[in-house]
């Protein structure tokens, strides 16, 4: 037996194949006006240059320097040094015993004697102090301005001009205005011609206290000298004028 199709149901298979084919080609249309859409060239520039100006002023404020840090706080001031603490210093009172060294050598026999330190004495070297030395035995004379030569010839020199000096300053009508008797009159002087050269210690006899005077005087009024040695130093001479 054959079947045969209703025609009606072809025609409703084709109408749906007919509404899936029109609603694709209205979506294909749709898409294809939507990519190409074209916009305004003005509003397309006014869009970017407000969304540049935005990005500009957000870089910029992003841009701004940093707040400047806080202030350091206020050094603190060094805390004040200690205080020097005070040492007690205690002496030692305690004394201390000498301790004495013996050698094993010593026979059982031998005797160890002890010497105390405080018995020691300490020699001092005193300087030999050299006493005055008399004109007739000084090792060297002192030496007269002009004399010169040996020690002898300036011992004999030294004793002509003690004499030269002598006559010629001494008042010889001295003893005629004192009424003194005619004749000659001794005076003795006695001095010292020191380390130095000096004439000191003048010491004179004379019948009258003026030719005492005036003996002195004379002696005074002798130069200064080279002074005498007695072992290398200089000493002094003691000298005695007639």
Do not use: W
């Not at 029109?22 to 859409?37: H, P, S």
């Not at 050698?103 to 026999?109: I, Q, R, V």
């Not at 002195?216 to 005695?240: D, F, N, S």
Request: charged share 35%; net charge neutral; aromatic share 4%.
């Amino acid at each position: 037996m054959d079947i045969k199709k209703n025609p009606k149901s072809d025609l409703e298979n084709f109408s749906k194949l007919f509404l899936q084919l029109g609603l694709v080609a209205a979506l294909f249309i749709t898409y294809v006006t939507i990519e190409n859409k074209t916009y305004d060239k003005s509003n397309v520039e006014a869009f970017g240059a407000a969304d540049m100006g935005a990005r500009l002023e957000e870089e910029t404020v992003m841009l701004a320097p940093p707040p400047p840090p806080p202030p350091p706080p206020p050094a603190q001031a060094p805390p004040p040094p200690p205080a020097p603490t005070k040492l007690d210093i205690k002496k030692d009172e305690a004394k201390v015993e000498e301790t004495i060294l013996q050698t094993t050598e010593t026979e059982e026999d031998e005797k160890v004697e002890t010497v105390d330190v405080e018995q020691i004495e300490t020699v001092e070297t005193v300087e030999e102090i050299v006493e005055d030395v008399p004109f007739a035995v000084i090792e060297e004379v002192p030496v007269f301005p002009g004399c010169t030569g040996s020690k002898e010839e300036k011992r004999k020199c030294l004793n002509q001009k003690m004499r030269r000096h002598v006559s010629r300053n001494f008042d010889a009508e001295l003893a005629n205005e004192l009424g003194l008797d005619s004749g000659r009159k001794r005076i003795m002087v006695q001095f010292k011609i020191d380390k130095n050269g000096n004439v000191t210690n003048i010491r004179s006899r004379a019948p009258h206290p003026r030719l005492k005077k005036e003996a002195e005087r004379i002696i005074k009024k002798l130069p200064k000298m080279k002074p005498g040695k007695q072992r290398g130093k200089p000493v002094g001479v003691k000298y005695t004028l007639p």
